[in-house]
T-cell receptor, first 112, second 111 residues
């Protein structure tokens, strides 16, 4: 069974540009999470989808970040415009019901 | 004050040693306590999961939760070089949703 897949694995963009990160959860997992870890900080919760609905987006840092999960399958996280402090690794995770949460390998974002 | 405090290490031990990792927290509403292992350039992988206080053992790993002291621990017996990784404690109020992570402790087990 395929795990949580994230794309791209690495991205280098200039300040002010737009980046879209994609997450394909494990098939059948209704819960999907986005987390990120910026340099020197802990992994922080961004938001939680249940199917296509945003259950909790309290961790989204500001309105430059937009997450979608159309159709309740894959999810995208768009950063527009990107700032230097957005550099870090963005993790997606999925979960079936209240069971184990599985993390992807992360999308490493560098804003220069 | 951070909700979860974890010493980032690094912690270096010889093969076969018993490793003790721990975290403290401030939010008394946390009910679910997890330990994740993260290898370099990989995502976190759930290692242990405990609800409320008590101990849980799985092979060489033992997780302890003391809610009265707001303190959790992970013990690794007979540590192996393959245990070298970053260990993250994590907690939540509601069973995994909106998990709060510690900073992670880097562990090196020397052969």
């Amino acid at each position: 069974e395929a795990g949580v897949t994230q794309f791209p694995s690495h991205s280098v963009i200039e300040k002010g540009q737009t980046v879209t990160l994609r997450c394909d959860p494990i098939s059948g997992h209704d819960n999907l999470y986005w987390y990120r870890r910026v340099m020197g900080k802990e992994i922080k919760f961004l938001l939680h989808f249940v199917k296509e609905s945003k259950q909790d987006e309290s961790g989204m840092p500001n309105n430059r970040f937009l997450a979608e999960r159309t159709g309740g399958t894959y999810s995208t996280l768009k950063v527009q415009p990107a700032e230097l402090e957005d550099s870090g690794v963005y993790f997606c995770a999925s979960q079936f019901g209240g069971n184990t949460i599985y993390f992807g390998e992360g999308s490493w974002l560098t804003v220069v | 004050q951070k909700e979860v405090e974890q010493d980032p290490g690094p912690l270096s031990v010889p093969e076969g040693a018993i490793v003790s990792l721990n975290c403290t927290y401030s939010n008394s509403a946390f009910q679910y306590f997890m330990w994740y292992r993260q290898y370099s350039r990989k995502g976190p992988e759930l290692l242990m999961y405990t609800y409320s206080s008590g101990n849980k053992e799985d092979g060489r790993f033992t997780a302890q939760v003391d809610k009265s002291s707001k303190y959790i621990s992970l013990f690794i017996r007979d540590s192996q070089p393959s245990d070298s990784a970053t260990y993250l404690c994590a907690m939540s109020e509601t069973g995994g949703f909106k998990t709060i992570f510690g900073a992670g402790t880097r562990l090196f087990v020397k052969a």
